[in-house]
């Protein structure tokens, strides 16, 4: 990063994805929820909920099929299933999947059970040198930083851990287990039926407003940690990534850092980035300070520790300069 870009205004926007809770050792993983006691309690207590009704079921055995799962995407798949239904001449056509009145119950228990499960974890194991910790208590520290989280984890309780003040402003985006207010489900531009509203994320009680775009385009500095770019957001980075390819509207002095975690992880980022900017990301290296780093076995440890350095010596130079005192 060239030392020209820097003044009192410069803002580093940190947007922190399901990887950042992993780099801590956080059991935070859609995997690990299902391979729960809260989880398997739930399943064997709403058993006697039909198959086709319970979330419960379905989950489970869309995890034994492949060990591993996205609920979101899973979710997003029962409620765009196509099924046979007879038109009014009686002729039977592709239909939109219908959600009843078990379906919905069984969802609403999942979100309480996924509250229960990630507010049980133990923070006393925290990985102490994990890059994802480095990283927040160098943005933390900046004098002119923001989060924008994806997770539901409280960011508040690893203030003690990183022996620092955590002031800056943060958005919980999916809602936070700080107050339980946590929001699951899919996008607003499927094709559902009406019944499966309940799981579009806008429709929950929880969501409201965060501005995600205006806060990224308005950064100089924005470091993505462990967010998988993936459909479930995408709308939120679209205009972000699309503008950055285009000439005329890049924010040249832009600094993107985007932490992933092995180099499948950096593949997939970057097909993700091609289907949101035509094709065309070698235009955001080329129009913006642009690298991806990969935090497995210190692959890209050099990278990563430079970087650092940087962070923390642009925090000693954007210290207040204290005013000088009349004679």
């Not at 709403?46 to 319970?54: C, K, L, P, V, W």
């Not at 642009?290 to 923390?312: A, C, M, N, P």
Request: proline letters at 3%; hydrophobic letters at 35%; glycine letters at 4%.
């Amino acid at each position: 990063m060239k030392e020209e870009r820097l003044n009192q205004d410069h803002k580093i926007v940190l947007v922190m994805g399901n990887g950042f809770d992993l780099d801590l050792g956080l059991k935070t993983s859609y995997k690990s929820f299902i391979d729960s006691t809260y989880f398997k309690e739930r399943l064997k207590k709403e058993s006697n909920i039909g198959d086709d009704s319970n979330v419960f079921s379905y989950l489970y055995e869309k995890i034994g099929l492949k060990q591993w799962i996205d609920i979101e995407q899973e979710l997003l798949t029962l409620a765009t299933l196509k099924k046979k239904v007879r038109n009014h001449k009686g002729n039977l056509v592709d239909g939109l999947n219908k959600a009843n009145i078990d379906l919905e119950y069984t969802f609403d228990c999942l979100l309480t059970e996924l509250c229960n499960y990630l507010q049980s974890l133990d923070y006393n194991n925290i990985k102490i040198n994990s890059t994802a910790l480095k990283i927040l208590k160098a943005v933390v520290s900046y004098p002119n930083s923001e989060i924008i989280s994806y997770n539901y984890t409280d960011i508040m309780r690893l203030a003690p851990i990183i022996k620092t003040a955590i002031d800056c402003p943060i958005e919980y985006v999916h809602g936070s287990l700080r107050d339980r207010s946590i929001i699951l489900g899919f996008q607003d531009d499927v094709e559902i039926d009406k019944s499966f509203c309940f799981m579009i994320k806008s429709f929950n009680p929880n969501f409201r407003s965060h501005n995600v775009r205006a806060k990224l385009l308005d950064a100089d500095e924005i470091i993505f940690f462990g967010h998988s770019l993936g459909s479930t957001d995408y709308h939120y980075f679209e205009d972000l990534f699309r503008y950055q390819s285009q000439p005329d509207k890049a924010n040249q002095n832009l600094v993107l850092r985007i932490f992933t975690y092995d180099e499948n992880a950096r593949r997939d980022i970057l097909f993700q980035l091609r289907k949101m900017n035509n094709k065309r990301t070698d235009m955001i290296y080329e129009l913006c300070d642009f690298e991806i780093y990969r935090t497995e076995s210190g692959v890209d440890e050099y990278k990563i520790t430079k970087y650092l350095e940087e962070l923390v010596n642009r925090i000693s130079m954007l210290q207040p300069i204290p005013p000088v005192l009349p004679v």
